[in-house]
């Protein structure tokens, strides 16, 4: 088992939730995890408190949001791909 386990990884390129999120498209589960963190980060963002935990709330925002932008593009990537090849099978027919 841990051979197969070992060939999957290696074909995912050391992805493999990544590359089956975007290949399954359901975002649900992520989207109301970020959601909910992204709720919290901004309230701590708008506290005056000090330690500069208002700063390391909104540097935590920026990058959930770089997240969701990575998903947005690999899923534009995806498309691109997939129409690549619907292409070339075209061509080859």
């Given at each position: 088992?841990?051979?197969?386990?070992?060939?999957?990884?290696?074909?995912t390129a050391g992805y493999p939730r990544i590359e089956k999120l975007i290949?399954?498209?359901?975002?649900?589960?992520?989207?109301?995890?970020?959601?909910?963190?992204?709720d919290e980060l901004a309230k701590i963002a708008k506290q005056k408190s000090g330690l500069?935990?208002?700063?390391a709330a909104?540097?935590?925002?920026?990058s959930y949001e770089l997240t969701m932008d990575l998903f947005k593009e690999l899923l534009k990537l995806k498309?691109?791909?997939l129409e690549a090849l619907?292409?070339?099978?075209?061509?080859s027919t």
């Open positions: 088992m841990a051979a197969k386990n070992n060939n999957e990884e290696s074909i290949e399954s498209e359901d975002f649900d589960a992520v989207n109301q995890s970020f959601a909910k963190s992204f500069g935990k208002g700063k909104k540097r935590a925002m920026r498309y691109q791909m619907k292409k070339e099978a075209a061509k």
